[in-house]
């Protein structure tokens, strides 16, 4: 079965093409990071009109490399929730008017389903249960995917996501937008001990809290700099590498020991990590080593599969499909609806 799967719920125009939820026909993403990069972060109103700009383009094109028409796709896929809501509302109706039009089933899919399906795409072998950590620039998620459709949520951000935290600090350590990559390149310079911080406590001990870290971090920065400006000198004595190497270590301690425990609570030997911030080096290899202590097996997608695409959202279609989840011309787009 073919699905054509539709993503835009941030900053990506993307289309795919994917055979029975696992392989990978075709997969083509336009993203907009140059321009809202100009603005230090994704400017809603520019996502929106860019999307609606080059989706048909987008589409074409990943239907050309699939070597598909449209008659050839079974379903079309489509993010609908969460995201912004003008550019999900673009990704929305041009999925609408596309099963419309072809008489295609259309299904919708939740954004973070997505990301656990985009292990699917690249483990043939990985099926439910087990457990996902999903981080990405809106998300912070530990969840029990019990069932291919079927999730329940252990643990949330009660605050900033760990790829805003990152992109916050990167931001005030003079880093592009988005600053998550620069992060993890400074911190492979730097040394992870130079600087204390806070391990922010949550009331449920798998919640996550990343925003009094973060602003632990920018007080640092902002401290050496007016003490800077004090002595008359314009180059922060700041450790620029080292406080990359801080900051990044304790993100990584905290998601690493939060889902080492929801492991032992749960019983879950099968891990998987998903999102934008499961492209962090550090992360990567902490997991891998915390996990194979403690028997349990680690998921980690390849980076093309890491930030927003939609292959994944196409892969986790093609289960929602075979689940009987379709939607109808009345299908709307949700800026913040739960898994
Ligand atoms: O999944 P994604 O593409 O979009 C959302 O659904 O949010 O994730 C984007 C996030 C950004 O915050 C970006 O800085 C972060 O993923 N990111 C990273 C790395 N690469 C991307 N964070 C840390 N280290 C990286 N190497
Ligand atoms: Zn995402």
Redesign the pocket.
């Known amino acids: 079965m073919r699905i054509l799967g539709i993503e835009t719920s941030?900053d990506e125009t993307a289309c795919a093409v994917v055979e029975d939820g696992r392989e990978i026909l075709s997969s083509v993403v336009a993203s907009q990071v140059d321009e809202h990069r100009l603005y230090g972060g994704v400017v809603p109103e520019i996502a929106s009109r860019r999307h609606s700009e080059c989706i048909v383009q987008v589409c074409e094109e990943a239907l050309e490399k699939s070597g598909c028409n449209l008659s050839d796709i079974d379903a079309v896929a489509v993010t609908t929730s969460p995201g912004l809501i003008g550019a999900l509302l673009v990704g929305v109706n041009f999925a609408k008017g596309l099963a419309l039009a072809a008489d295609k089933p259309l299904i919708p899919v939740h954004h973070i389903k997505g990301?656990a399906a985009a292990n699917y795409l690249a483990f043939p072998e990985l099926e439910p249960s087990y457990l996902c950590l999903a981080v990405?620039?809106?998300h912070s998620q530990i969840m029990e995917v019990k069932s291919y459709t079927d999730f329940a949520v252990l643990g949330r951000t009660l605050d900033d996501a760990a790829?805003?935290a990152?992109?916050k600090v990167a931001r005030a350590l003079g880093f592009p937008y988005?600053?998550?990559?620069y992060?993890?390149k400074a911190a492979r310079d730097g040394d992870k001990s130079k600087y204390k911080l806070p391990y922010p406590k949550t009331p449920n001990e798998l919640d996550f809290s990343f925003s009094g870290l973060k602003t632990a971090v920018i007080n640092i920065i902002h401290n050496a700099e007016q003490r800077a400006v004090g002595r008359g000198v314009f180059d922060a004595p700041l450790d620029k590498n080292a406080l990359a190497a801080s900051f990044q270590h304790t993100v990584c301690d905290i998601l690493c020991t939060k889902l080492q425990r929801a492991a032992e609570l749960t019983g879950h030997k099968t891990i998987a990590l998903t999102?934008?911030?499961a492209?962090?080096?550090g992360l990567r290899d902490m997991l891998n080593c915390q996990l194979s202590t403690v028997n349990c097996q680690l998921f980690v997608p390849p980076l093309s599969l890491c930030?927003?695409n939609a292959a994944m959202i196409a892969a986790q279609g093609y289960y929602e499909f075979l689940a009987g989840n379709r939607a109808g011309m009345d299908l709307n787009a949700s800026a913040s609806r739960g898994l």
Not at 178 to 181: H, N, S
């Open positions: 941030c990301h990405s620039g809106g790829g805003e990152f992109d988005p600053g998550g990559i992060i993890d999102g934008g911030v492209a962090n080096s930030g927003d």
